[in-house]
């Protein structure tokens, strides 16, 4: 699921607030300027891009390392007016009250923290905007941060993302400290050069790049300027040093820290009203005390004394009389991987009272009964991550069946994009009784500790008692939201299918996939080989920087790109260099060889299960937000098939008994069969009710020729353009694509728009829907909010609107193949077929098939598959089968 994280300046900020604010006070007398602009930002920010996490970071303090290589540092600041300095403290109650994080530490600055956690955050593949005033954090901006810059005082915020720096600056992000480094910034007293502003810096950064470049080619400049720079040499070395953000700071903070689930009313209420701010009441329809009938949801509800009875095996019979009455329970565990996870123990709930039980009196032959009630698949079974439940017990020997409710998964339907779905921000979101957090429960990394059952089974049964509270809650918004048959029919189904699929895994070839190993590393020795050879030298191919040295200056290649350390060598660099020298074709080729080597080869190997020799992925239902599945220990989706050297990979998996075959069907063109159905395009549906090459149809109609005219090149390009419009592709992604011009991509688009209409009606429409709605559908009510759909920021806007053209479209294929899944578990259950359902990868099923069940499984496959969801067009399920996957393919 898609997060947005805001990281913002707090002293940066609140001082710009405090300067562009007319004065005010509150009857105490005290100064609110600064923090009323800075609320007011604040609010804007929160309606624009509707973050799930936020943190405001502070300096501590006015000394911080920096001063220890330059006293001087910030020397020249006038001291901060006590009009300003008395609003610090008001502000940081105000976050709190707002419930949005806030973090100092002694010996560094406010952008320190920030660079820290946006380069945490990003790892983790997190979207991150930071809010400053200070262009310094320019430098930050990637793919994934961008970096607001405040004008208008604070009123106004001009986001910048790598292309804007291009074009403002002529500049990569981090550049902008080598701007810094030569001109100096006078309100940090950094020196820089003298004489040296803006313009003369980018002049200079555009004709050598860097501080260092500079510096090292003063040969090449005249005059004054040349005495100037390499008289301040050092001073310009110093302040790039100065200027550079630390990306390393010891934080104590984690993700979830920084979760941000809206504004409550009943803190956010009364913060305001202690400022007096009460025009931002009114805007936000706040009372001052908080308790606003409008806004139920959001209140607190009063804390509720929760009983559990922590049994032993001379009391387990307490439960057993008491199994009847059971309506929620919950399973604790810890470690990631639910194949491998520690039973801690499980909390079973009846309205009234909660029993604890520990998982070694859970294994005990007192529990007995217990353990039957667990199995019962008759009885249901209502808690949270029910599947991962079923997995953790199954490998202690526990049988776990008849899951009926799970509040998580619940919670992802009702919310797909929020990215924090454990019981204790659930229990939050809906303003139910307070849950200590497991970190305040257990502790972390190293600190991590189970504590005494008192404590325990006391923080268990909270969240069982949450688990119950949530129930009646979300079952009104599953049916208000026409989800309820989504999440009773589909989704709750698939969870234990899914199980049973982990549970069964797949078998593993070891000594196939070990020689498999060795093939790969012969090429890689042959490729390294070759590559020394022709380069005339030994070099370590996996260092950026040497392999730069020999492609572009030993060779001579022409530069694509430079980074803050040198040449780039990234992928989108060699594949533009390949048809320039042979080398950089095997380069390559090398990567791609070590890649499948070190994640395919070494990787299975360590996941093999020394007990059944197979490889048991786990499957995530909770976390794409267009409804796919995710595979994780390992991820068996992901294996490159375009190359052969990938598609080898799959020999390794083969069926677990002796005359069995893998047997794999997958859809044929799912996504853009979808796409005929929803937009009503006359074209379209025609090529499939005809069952017709989409691509070549696709060319006879953007080319306007006959199916016997349509070359190579034309079906080449209609085929980029059909999966391209799936995804909302612009003009820029379609001509990479294509390598042709982006002038040709738009005229390519217009063409593809004029002869299928249907589908330009349908995305026109559907970006409209969703900025009346700030969501869009699958055909199986599948909902995904899109909170920047309207936004002012052009960039934010359009990935919301692409977002919208797309998950309606790939939302219902991963509808489509889940109901399969489900339809296809009960054909083999009411047949009473031994043949398994092993694996799902996109939109391909993968089984393990008997000889004598092989040939009704090749026509039963497909015809469910076919069958699934009916469409204005046929589904179409290709099958094939062999001894293995790859035969299979």
């Given at each position: 699921m898609s997060s947005k994280l805001i990281l913002i300046d707090g002293n940066s900020i609140i001082y710009r607030?405090?300067?562009?604010?007319p004065p005010l006070t509150n009857n105490k007398g005290l100064h609110t300027n600064a923090v009323y602009g800075f609320t007011n930002m604040l609010l804007r920010l929160i309606e624009d891009h509707k973050p799930t996490h936020m943190m405001v970071a502070f300096d501590a303090g006015k000394?911080?390392?920096?001063?220890?290589?330059?006293?001087?540092?910030?020397?020249?600041?006038?001291?901060?007016?006590?009009?300003?300095?008395?609003?610090?403290?008001?502000?940081?109650?105000?976050?709190?009250?707002?419930?949005?994080?806030?973090?100092?530490?002694?010996?560094?600055?406010?952008?320190?923290?920030?660079?820290?956690?946006?380069?945490?955050?990003?790892?983790?593949?997190?979207?991150?905007?930071?809010?400053?005033?200070?262009?310094?954090?320019?430098?930050?901006?990637?793919?994934?941060?961008?970096?607001?810059?405040?004008?208008?005082?604070?009123?106004?915020?001009?986001?910048?993302a790598p292309e804007q720096i291009q074009e403002r600056y002529g500049l990569t992000p981090l550049q902008i400290i080598d701007l810094k480094g030569l001109m100096g910034d006078a309100s940090d007293n950094i020196p820089g050069i003298p004489g040296v502003g803006e313009k003369t810096a980018l002049k200079l950064l555009h004709q050598f790049g860097s501080v260092e470049e500079v510096l090292a080619n003063t040969s090449e400049l005249k005059g004054k300027m040349k005495e100037k720079i390499e008289t301040h040499a050092d001073d310009a070395v110093m302040s790039k040093k100065l200027a550079t953000i630390y990306r390393e700071v010891p934080l104590d903070k984690s993700f979830d820290d920084m979760n941000f689930n809206g504004l409550k009313e009943e803190t956010a209420g009364p913060a305001l009203a202690k400022l007096e701010f009460k025009s931002l009441l009114e805007?936000?329809?706040?009372?001052?005390?908080?308790?606003?009938?409008?806004?139920?949801?959001?209140?607190?509800?009063?804390?509720?004394?929760?009983?559990?009875?922590?049994?032993?095996?001379?009391?387990?019979?307490?439960?057993?009389?008491?199994?009847?009455?059971?309506?929620?329970?919950?399973?604790?565990?810890?470690?990631?991987?639910?194949?491998?996870?520690?039973?801690?123990?499980?909390?079973?709930?009846?309205?009234?009272?909660?029993?604890?039980?520990?998982?070694?009196?859970?294994?005990t032959e007192e529990a007995e009964p217990v353990r039957k009630w667990l199995a019962d698949q008759d009885i249901p079974k209502r808690g949270y991550d029910l599947h991962r439940t079923d997995l953790a017990l199954h490998w202690k020997g526990i049988a776990f069946a008849g899951a009926s409710f799970d509040v998580q998964l619940a919670?992802?339907?009702?919310?797909?994009?929020?990215?924090?779905?454990?019981?204790?921000?659930?229990?939050?979101?809906?303003?139910?009784?307070?849950?200590?957090?497991?970190?305040?429960?257990?502790?972390k990394g190293a600190k991590y500790k189970v504590p005494e059952d008192e404590v325990l089974s006391k923080h268990m049964a909270a969240k069982s008692a949450a688990i119950l509270d949530l129930i009646p809650q979300q079952e009104r918004e599953l049916e208000g939201n026409e989800m309820a048959s989504l999440f009773h029919d589909l989704e709750m189904p698939l969870s234990r299918i899914l199980a049973d699929m982990e549970k069964q895994g797949i078998s593993v070839n070891k000594n196939d996939l070990t020689e498999l190993g060795k093939e790969f590393e012969g090429?890689?020795?042959?490729?390294?080989?070759?590559?020394?050879?022709?380069?005339?030298?030994?070099?370590?191919?996996?260092?950026?920087?040497?392999?730069?040295?020999?492609?572009?200056?030993?060779?001579?290649?022409?530069?694509?790109?430079?980074?803050?350390?040198?040449?780039?060598?990234?992928?989108?660099?060699?594949?533009?260099?390949?048809?320039?020298?042979?080398?950089?074709?095997?380069?390559?080729?090398?990567?791609?060889?070590?890649?499948?080597?070190?994640?395919?080869?070494?990787?299975?190997?360590?996941?093999?299960?020394?007990?059944?020799?197979?490889?048991?992925?786990?499957?995530?239902?909770?976390?794409?937000?267009t409804g796919r599945l995710s595979s994780q220990y390992p991820n068996l989706q992901n294996i490159p098939i375009r190359l052969e050297e990938g598609r080898k990979i799959r020999k390794v998996f083969v069926p677990s008994e002796p005359d069995w075959h893998i047997l794999a069907a997958d859809y044929s063109q799912i996504e853009l069969r979808v796409l005929a159905h929803i937009s009503d395009d006359k074209g379209l549906k025609e090529a499939f009710l005809h069952d017709m090459d989409i691509h070549t149809k696709t060319a006879m109609d953007v080319f306007g020729v006959q199916a016997e005219e349509v070359d190579s090149n034309m079906?080449?390009?209609?085929?980029?353009?059909?999966?391209?419009?799936?995804?909302?592709?612009?003009?820029?992604?379609?001509?990479?694509?294509?390598?042709?011009?982006r002038k040709e991509a738009a005229r390519f688009i217009d063409q593809y728009f004029d002869a299928f209409s249907g589908v330009r009606r349908y995305m026109d429409d559907i970006v409209k829907d969703a900025k009346r709605d700030g969501y869009v559908t699958t055909l199986l009510e599948r909902r995904r909010y899109l909170p920047e759909i309207n936004a002012s920021n052009f960039n934010l806007r359009s990935f919301a609107e692409r977002?919208?053209?797309?998950?309606?479209?790939?939302?219902?294929?991963?509808?489509?193949?889940?109901?399969?899944?489900?339809?296809?578990?009960?054909?083999?259950?009411?047949?009473?077929?031994?043949?398994?359902?092993?694996?799902?990868?996109?939109?391909?099923?993968?089984?393990?098939?008997?000889?004598?069940?092989?040939?009704?499984?090749?026509?039963?496959?497909?015809?469910?598959?076919?069958?699934?969801?009916?469409?204005?067009?046929?589904?179409?399920?290709?099958?094939?089968?062999?001894?293995?996957?790859?035969?299979?393919?």
């Open positions: 607030a405090f300067f562009a604010m000394i911080t390392f920096r001063h220890e290589g330059y006293q001087e540092y910030k020397g020249g600041r006038e001291k901060t007016p006590p009009e300003l300095s008395e609003q610090f403290p008001l502000l940081k109650e105000l976050l709190q009250g707002f419930g949005i994080s806030q973090f100092e530490l002694s010996g560094y600055e406010a952008d320190d923290i920030i660079g820290t956690v946006s380069r945490i955050a990003e790892e983790a593949g997190h979207q991150i905007l930071v809010v400053t005033g200070d262009k310094d954090m320019l430098q930050l901006a990637s793919d994934h941060v961008q970096v607001g810059l405040t004008r208008k005082g604070v009123t106004e915020i001009e986001t910048y805007r936000l329809s706040f009372k001052a005390d908080g308790s606003n009938p409008d806004h139920p949801a959001q209140e607190q509800a009063p804390a509720k004394e929760i009983k559990v009875e922590i049994l032993d095996e001379e009391h387990i019979h307490v439960l057993v009389e008491a199994l009847s009455t059971i309506e929620a329970l919950h399973v604790e565990t810890n470690g990631d991987n639910p194949h491998h996870a520690d039973v801690i123990g499980a909390v079973f709930s009846s309205p009234e009272q909660h029993y604890y039980v520990s998982y070694e009196l859970l294994k919670a992802y339907l009702l919310d797909p994009t929020e990215s924090n779905q454990n019981v204790h921000a659930l229990a939050a979101k809906y303003g139910l009784q307070f849950l200590a957090s497991d970190e305040e429960v257990y502790g090429q890689i020795s042959e490729l390294v080989k070759e590559i020394y050879e022709i380069a005339g030298t030994e070099f370590n191919l996996n260092s950026p920087k040497q392999l730069g040295e020999i492609l572009f200056v030993k060779l001579g290649l022409p530069v694509v790109k430079k980074t803050k350390t040198g040449y780039s060598t990234d992928a989108e660099v060699l594949e533009k260099l390949a048809p320039y020298h042979d080398v950089v074709r095997l380069i390559l080729q090398y990567r791609t060889i070590a890649k499948l080597q070190s994640t395919y080869v070494e990787g299975l190997l360590k996941e093999i299960s020394p007990e059944t020799g197979k490889v048991h992925t786990y499957y995530r239902q909770t976390i794409a937000a079906r080449r390009s209609a085929k980029a353009v059909n999966f391209g419009i799936v995804y909302g592709i612009s003009d820029y992604g379609l001509s990479q694509n294509l390598n042709i011009t977002t919208a053209m797309n998950t309606p479209i790939q939302g219902t294929a991963a509808d489509i193949i889940k109901l399969a899944m489900v339809h296809m578990d009960a054909a083999l259950a009411e047949k009473k077929l031994k043949s398994r359902m092993l694996l799902q990868v996109h939109d391909e099923l993968v089984f393990e098939v008997p000889a004598d069940e092989l040939e009704l499984m090749k026509k039963l496959v497909p015809e469910t598959m076919e069958k699934a969801l009916a469409l204005s067009v046929p589904l179409k399920a290709e099958v094939s089968y062999g001894m293995n996957w790859y035969e299979a393919k």
